[in-house]
């Protein structure tokens, strides 16, 4: 185990646009030395990681791998199971696809389809943690079935679009029809939202009376994910506080949920 | 014997004691009731997973087996029906095995939602975070991953783990406080059970942690597993083979269960001393005892000196 961090260093032409093999689980067990071996296709070609990237290895207890000043990359994460991976820069398309366990932070913006489905796969990520501190493209959470995706920024297109299961934080106002087929999972705003017209509002629920609610907060706040440590939240009243609440999709089979807090 | 923890919450501490009481009632002794259950402590709400106050209950029974049906109905009866409860593993960390199987919880009990029942598997962060690494704490090593049921009630969602993980564990540790009339004897004894109180990973099943129909291993009848210890009921004194000293006319016993054999002997220990120091304040005597029953109770020996040692 160890913490990697890889600093992008070449404006080779083509650039690297594929992220799938930097991977916390697979990297983490690697030394310095077969980390740069590892080939990454760059157009129709493979170089080493090693021509890419500068590369520091140090031990610990964790597997951590930190990305610096790379390009876009595409499928960042896709299908890893364990560790940390924390992207210093943007995040390109499919982050996180197919994921099935450890946690993925983008100090940046990310890409269309976070968290959703990696090639020739029907569902999206089965597990883990994804933060991301600015935006997104579209249909994040796109047939994600567990685990939960944060987005401090604005979303494209129809966040938690089609979702399965899972938990879906937006930390900014969406309007842009949120969890549009979803069939179960939740979609939590922690600023304004406005769900499709398929969605029918529950009213406003007592924060107290959905605990489990509380505990994703209280996860994020152990993530110090920055929009809780802006101090939105005060903690020791947080089950103070109240939901709104929207069930849906009526289009799909009903069971999906929609809550915006309320302070 | 076998023990599970559940850690139950609620909006206030109001309802979390009514909670405690209901769910742990009608448990003092394995001999007539389906567990042993007790209060472990009662928690702030920074210590729980839902950040409301919460309290930590210990159940024991003879076998995995009976607390898979105690603890459920128990859960089922007395925490679904208590307005705003949650309740929790208390043990997530253990690992299941054929001889400390899992015990379905909000599995079972997730049927009384009647379809409209959701699951949420969600990461609990339990203690903070360490930041000794240059990197956002996003490396948070101390969390697990649960899944928690959300059944739909009239208040709004009762939320219940999926299952709770069993333990070995010990059942029986026993102290008898013995002293001068019974006003007194209780005196030292409560002394001793209030300070047993703070010691985790114990309980003290009996009505206010004390026990005064103290009992034996078997009986002249057939049908009874456990009758009166009648050497130290002072009422026999001159009728049977008493244990009591000359001067001394009440004894009152505390069962502790635990789940390790140094929780126990730390429990008898702290009870002991205070028991002592109260009867130092009140000017009277007291003198402790221990029974094993000829090995009858268990294969547990506490024995007092040791413990004081």
Same mark, same amino acid.
């Given at each position: 185990?160890?913490?990697?961090?890889?600093?992008?260093?070449?404006?080779?032409?083509?650039?690297?646009?594929?992220?799938?093999?930097?991977?916390?689980?697979?990297?983490?067990?690697?030394?310095?030395?077969?980390?740069?071996?590892?080939?990454?296709?760059?157009?129709?070609?493979?170089?080493?990681?090693?021509?890419?990237?500068?590369?520091?290895?140090?031990? &610990?207890?964790?597997?951590?791998?930190?990305?610096?000043?790379?390009?876009?990359?595409?499928?960042?994460?896709?299908?890893?199971?364990?560790?940390?991976?924390?992207?210093?820069?943007?995040?390109?398309?499919?982050?996180?696809?197919?994921?099935?366990?450890?946690?993925?932070?983008?100090?940046?913006?990310?890409?269309?389809?976070?968290?959703?489905?990696?090639?020739?796969?029907?569902?999206?990520?089965?597990?883990?943690?994804?933060?991301?501190?600015?935006?997104?493209?579209?249909?994040?959470?796109?047939?994600?079935?567990?685990?939960?995706?944060?987005?401090?920024?604005?979303?494209?297109?129809?966040?938690?679009?089609?979702?399965?299961?899972?938990?879906?934080?937006?930390?900014?106002?969406?309007?842009?029809?949120?969890?549009?087929?979803?069939?179960?999972?939740?979609?939590?705003?922690?600023?304004?939202?406005?769900?499709?017209?398929?969605?029918?509002?529950?009213?406003?629920?007592?924060?107290?009376?959905?605990?489990?609610?509380?505990?994703?907060?209280?996860?994020?706040?152990?993530?110090?994910?920055?929009?809780?440590?802006?101090?939105?939240?005060?903690?020791?009243?947080?089950?103070?506080?109240?939901?709104?609440?929207? &069930?849906?999709?009526?289009?799909?089979?009903?069971?999906?949920?929609?809550?915006?807090?309320?302070? | 014997?076998?023990?599970?923890?559940?850690?139950?919450?609620?909006?206030?501490?109001?309802?979390?004691?009514?909670?405690?009481?209901?769910?742990?009632?009608?448990?003092?002794?394995?001999?007539?009731?389906?567990?042993?259950?007790?209060?472990?402590?009662?928690?702030?709400?920074?210590?729980?997973?839902?950040?409301?106050?919460?309290?930590?209950?210990?159940?024991?029974?003879?076998?995995?087996?009976?607390?898979?049906?105690?603890?459920?109905?128990?859960?089922?009866?007395?925490?679904?029906?208590?307005?705003?409860?949650?309740?929790?593993?208390?043990?997530?960390?253990?690992?299941?095995?054929?001889?400390?199987?899992?015990?379905?919880?909000?599995?079972?009990?997730?049927?009384?939602?009647?379809?409209?029942?959701?699951?949420?598997?969600?990461?609990?962060?339990?203690?903070?975070?360490?930041?000794?690494?240059?990197?956002?704490?996003?490396?948070?090593?101390?969390?697990?991953?649960?899944?928690?049921?959300?059944?739909?009630?009239?208040?709004?969602?009762?939320?219940?783990?999926? &299952?709770?993980?069993?333990?070995?564990?010990?059942?029986?540790?026993?102290?008898?406080?013995?002293?001068?009339?019974?006003?007194?004897?209780?005196?030292?004894?409560?002394?001793?059970?209030?300070?047993?109180?703070?010691?985790?990973?114990?309980?003290?099943?009996?009505?206010?942690?004390?026990?005064?129909?103290?009992?034996?291993?078997?009986?002249?009848?057939?049908?009874?597993?456990?009758?009166?210890?009648?050497?130290?009921?002072?009422?026999?004194?001159?009728?049977?083979?008493?244990?009591?000293?000359?001067?001394?006319?009440?004894?009152?016993?505390?069962?502790?269960?635990?789940?390790?054999?140094?929780?126990?002997?730390?429990?008898?220990?702290?009870?002991?001393?205070?028991?002592?120091?109260?009867?130092?304040?009140?000017?009277?005597?007291?003198?402790?005892?221990?029974?094993?029953?000829?090995?009858?109770?268990?294969?547990?020996?506490?024995?007092?000196?040791?413990?004081?040692?």
């Amino acid at each position: 185990m160890s913490i990697i961090t890889l600093t992008y260093k070449s404006n080779h032409s083509p650039s690297l646009s594929d992220g799938s093999l930097l991977r916390p689980d697979t990297l983490g067990a690697m030394d310095t030395l077969a980390i740069e071996a590892v080939m990454l296709s760059v157009g129709r070609t493979t170089v080493p990681l090693g021509e890419l990237f500068e590369t520091e290895c140090t031990a &610990s207890p964790q597997n951590i791998l930190i990305i610096r000043h790379a390009p876009q990359l595409h499928r960042l994460g896709a299908q890893m199971a364990q560790g940390t991976l924390i992207i210093e820069g943007d995040a390109g398309d499919d982050l996180g696809a197919s994921m099935t366990g450890g946690i993925i932070h983008v100090k940046g913006n990310g890409g269309h389809r976070v968290g959703g489905p990696d090639v020739t796969s029907r569902r999206g990520m089965n597990g883990g943690e994804i933060l991301i501190d600015g935006n997104v493209l579209d249909f994040a959470g796109f047939l994600m079935r567990r685990g939960f995706i944060a987005i401090a920024g604005t979303t494209g297109k129809s966040p938690g679009y089609r979702m399965l299961a899972g938990t879906l934080i937006l930390g900014s106002p969406c309007v842009n029809q949120p969890g549009l087929e979803m069939q179960r999972g939740t979609i939590i705003s922690l600023s304004s939202i406005k769900p499709p017209v398929s969605f029918a509002p529950g009213g406003t629920i007592a924060a107290s009376a959905m605990p489990a609610m509380t505990i994703v907060l209280k996860r994020l706040r152990a993530l110090q994910w920055p929009r809780l440590a802006d101090a939105m939240f005060d903690w020791k009243k947080i089950n103070d506080g109240s939901w709104q609440l929207w &069930s849906g999709d009526a289009l799909t089979i009903n069971k999906g949920e929609v809550l915006q807090w309320q302070y | 014997m076998w023990a599970a923890r559940l850690i139950v919450t609620a909006i206030d501490e109001h309802w979390v004691r009514i909670a405690a009481t209901e769910t742990c009632g009608y448990g003092t002794s394995v001999i007539g009731c389906d567990a042993e259950a007790g209060v472990e402590r009662f928690l702030s709400a920074e210590e729980t997973p839902d950040g409301r106050p919460g309290v930590s209950l210990l159940f024991f029974g003879f076998k995995a087996e009976n607390l898979r049906k105690a603890v459920p109905n128990r859960v089922g009866q007395c925490l679904m029906t208590c307005p705003t409860t949650a309740v929790y593993d208390g043990m997530p960390d253990v690992v299941a095995t054929d001889e400390t199987p899992r015990i379905d919880l909000g599995k079972r009990l997730r049927f009384f939602g009647d379809g409209h029942q959701k699951s949420k598997q969600v990461t609990i962060s339990t203690v903070p975070l360490d930041a000794t690494v240059d990197v956002p704490a996003t490396l948070a090593p101390t969390h697990s991953l649960r899944r928690l049921w959300r059944i739909p009630v009239m208040d709004g969602e009762f939320t219940c783990e999926e &299952s709770i993980g069993t333990l070995k564990a010990i059942g029986g540790g026993n102290l008898l406080i013995c002293g001068i009339d019974q006003r007194t004897t209780l005196d030292l004894t409560r002394a001793a059970v209030d300070a047993i109180a703070s010691c985790g990973d114990v309980i003290t099943p009996f009505p206010g942690g004390i026990v005064r129909s103290g009992s034996k291993v078997g009986s002249r009848y057939k049908s009874m597993f456990a009758s009166t210890n009648d050497e130290y009921c002072p009422t026999l004194r001159g009728k049977v083979k008493t244990k009591l000293r000359d001067g001394f006319h009440c004894v009152y016993e505390i069962v502790i269960n635990g789940l390790s054999e140094s929780a126990i002997s730390h429990a008898m220990k702290i009870g002991m001393v205070a028991a002592h120091r109260r009867a130092e304040e009140l000017k009277t005597k007291i003198v402790f005892s221990a029974g094993n029953y000829g090995g009858k109770l268990g294969k547990f020996h506490f024995k007092l000196r040791e413990v004081m040692a």
